[in-house]
């Protein structure tokens, strides 16, 4: 045998090795099943030939998740991140929140920090559907949007009450109802004037704050879904968030160096996304850390790469999905990297809009592809506009009423005019009527 052919035999069995690692690890880490092989791997192939795909119909399958398009099967469930990175702001990724969304049509968003939102509202999906909110902590990369979030529903045809759970506070006015307390002090100008123009229903907030000491302790249980959460560390009155439904199991750490209460009760999780920093080293060339702070932010007030693998090694979900640092082409192989340390498991470095299909059988994992030109969906509820002339009468003062221009108020009320004969309707003008009311 020539040195070419020893070459050949060498790097074929080293095919065959890699693969064969890669299907073993895959099992191991899938509660004993048979190796997932993801469809999008496999699309357009068949083992007997070529596969004919049409030449102006849909194609039978796709690489990317369109929202919206695909039925969510009674016994499946799908997450989505819409915010996988750091409080440092950049477009390419929003703070942290994951949306959950079951087979039995209900849907549950985890954090909300700054960013999320445009992500949420990309998804296209009716605000009166995404009426259950859950906070690990009030920091805001994980809460900072929920504000806008809430206020601006209405104006976006959200009918549906707010649902929001947050632990309670070392000191009471740390807690999660003393940040709404405060919330709605800070912005109830802007809840007045939404309300007094748009169906003021989606203003109204339920919130539940609760023992963020308990250990596995059940705040959700409605519909055949149950939500424990354990007590994180990452300061106090931080949790971590576990869903089980129909037999699949979500756990979320927000953020939390790991925990025994996150070690001794997921376990065995369909699906296990725990924060995940960057190794010290690149802390410090990209954010400007010294050293001291890069060891205290990426190991002690967070979790960092190393410590990730073994948590996941300890409780060997199904799959395991990193967050919370700046997903780039060379962080990703540093983070990678450093959990392959700790863990050979399945895993997953997010990043914003990737998604996952899980049912007991296989978990697929996609990029969506989101609308960056969405409007709001439409209300799933009849609306009932408010008196606005009566609330406007209470924004307005006598000054500011006699200061309309005249003239642009005439050309409005004909704007309106022609806009109910056109339309069959009989809407009134409100503050462009003043200048006429006399005459």
């Given at each position: ?132 909110v859950f906070l690990g902590h009030l920091h805001l990369d994980h809460a900072g949007d ?294």
């Amino acid at each position: 045998m020539n040195k070419y052919d020893v070459t050949k035999v060498f790097l074929s069995l080293s095919i065959v090795i890699a693969i064969g690692g890669y299907l073993i690890g895959y099992s191991d880490g899938n509660k004993n099943r048979d190796p997932i092989i993801m469809e999008s791997a496999i699309a357009g192939t068949n083992s007997s030939g070529p596969t004919e795909w049409s030449k102006t119909g849909p194609y039978p399958h796709h690489d990317v998740y369109y929202p919206g398009t695909e039925e969510l099967k009674p016994d499946e469930m799908r997450v989505i991140a819409c915010g996988s990175g750091m409080p440092t702001p950049r477009l390419k990724q929003a703070a942290g929140c994951f949306l959950v969304e079951l087979g039995n049509g209900e849907k549950f968003i985890f954090d909300m920090g700054a960013g999320s939102y445009e992500r949420i509202s990309a998804l296209g999906i009716p605000l009166d559907q995404l009426d259950k909110v859950f906070l690990g902590h009030l920091h805001l990369d994980h809460a900072g949007d929920f504000p806008a979030f809430y206020f601006t529903g209405p104006v976006n045809n959200r009918l549906q009450p707010v649902r929001l759970w947050g632990p309670n506070g070392v000191k009471p006015e740390w807690g999660t109802k003393a940040w709404v307390k405060h919330m709605e002090a800070m912005w109830a100008w802007e809840a007045a004037t939404r309300g007094a123009v748009v169906d003021p229903r989606g203003l109204e907030l339920e919130v539940n704050e609760f023992d963020w000491t308990a250990m596995n302790n059940v705040i959700f249980d409605e519909n055949g879904v149950v939500i424990r959460t354990v007590p994180a560390i990452h300061g106090e009155q931080s949790v971590s968030f576990i869903l089980d439904w129909n037999g699949l199991t979500f756990a979320f750490s927000s953020d939390t160096l790991p925990s025994t209460g996150y070690r001794d009760h997921t376990k065995g999780a369909d699906i296990s996304i725990h924060e995940c920093f960057m190794p010290p080293r690149m802390m410090m060339s990209k954010l400007g850390m010294t050293p001291s702070e890069a060891i205290f932010v990426g190991t002690q007030a967070h979790t960092s790469a190393q410590a990730f693998g073994k948590i996941m090694s300890l409780t060997k979900p199904r799959l395991a999905v990193c967050y919370h640092f700046q997903n780039d082409s060379d962080t990703v192989l540093a983070v990678y990297d450093d959990i392959r340390k700790t863990y050979d498991g399945p895993v997953d470095l997010a990043t914003d809009f990737m998604v996952w299909n899980i049912t007991t059988d296989e978990i697929r994992k996609r990029m969506a592809v989101p609308n960056h030109e969405s409007f709001p969906t439409p209300a799933q509820r009849q609306k009932q506009p408010p008196d606005s002339m009566a609330i406007l009468s209470e924004l307005f003062s006598e000054t500011t009423l006699k200061s309309i221009e005249p003239e642009s108020a005439r050309v409005t009320n004909e704007q309106i005019e022609a806009f109910n004969k056109a339309n069959g309707t009989d809407v009134k003008p409100g503050l462009t009527a003043v200048p006429f009311q006399n005459q």
